[in-house]
């Protein structure tokens, strides 16, 4: 059973758009989220991180959204570009994971101009 | 620039072969990871190292093992090859602890099993 969702397999955004992609969680456990971004042919790349102490985390265009409650974050990007068009892998630790990352099945943006 | 390298970008092997997938980080870190990503599924683990010659199983280490000799090298051995282990497999390296900016990785190695 998947600990870490990402139910949108894909998404297709208009250019200058905001796209949001979603990832859910089941183990109340994990206490740190990270965002990553891959392109064809290439590894993932980290993108944003965020800490369970907190609810929101912004860099630049990227700013990922935390609910505890509702075990449930979100990546937004705004403006949205055509090269930020990749799969994006939501990904999650817990202390007792060790160095560990519990990665989503992804969810691939396209963005059109 | 920091960097994890993988050997082989493409590869395509027969059924049975022996395959080794090789991995090398220039950036001291302690802790080694293989993952194999399927359309779907994302990324999995198969093994981890958090020294040398410290291996852990991951999720699903079935037909796989590693070897980790020297801190900078970590390798993937198919011991049988299979077609269920088509794949695209990617190696990453991190620093101890885990709070950090996660993990590097590598290219990718995507390999074929006919």
Redo the contacts between chains.
């Keep these: 059973d998947?600990q870490?969702k990402?139910n949108s397999?894909s998404l297709s955004v208009q250019e200058g758009r905001i796209s949001i992609l979603n990832c859910d969680y089941t183990n109340s456990m994990f206490d740190?989220f990270?965002w990553?971004k891959k392109y064809p042919?290439?590894?993932?790349?980290?993108l944003i991180?965020i800490?369970s102490i907190k609810d929101k985390n912004e860099d630049g265009r990227f700013t990922v959204f935390l609910n505890k409650s509702a075990k449930h974050l979100s990546l937004h990007i705004v403006p949205s570009q055509p090269g930020d068009s990749a799969v994006y892998?939501c990904?999650a630790?817990a202390a007792n994971?060790?160095?560990?990352?519990v990665?989503?099945?992804?969810t691939r943006l396209s963005v059109l101009p | 620039d920091v960097k994890v390298t993988q050997s082989s970008r493409y590869l395509v092997k027969r059924t049975g072969e022996k395959v080794f997938l090789e991995c090398v980080q220039d950036m001291d870190h302690e802790n080694m990871f293989w993952y194999r990503q399927d359309p779907g599924l994302g990324l999995r683990l198969i093994y981890f190292s958090y020294d040398v010659k410290m291996k852990e199983k991951g999720d699903i280490p079935e037909g796989y093992s590693v070897s980790r000799e020297k801190k900078e090298r970590f390798s993937l051995i198919l011991e049988s090859a299979s077609t269920n282990q088509t794949s695209m497999y990617l190696c990453a390296s991190s620093l101890g602890g885990r709070l950090n900016y996660g993990y590097t990785f590598g290219s990718g190695t995507r390999l074929t099993v006919v």
């Design positions: 998947q870490v990402q397999p740190y990270l990553y042919a290439e590894g993932p790349t980290f991180s800490s892998f990904a630790s994971y060790g160095q560990n990352f990665f989503g099945p992804g």
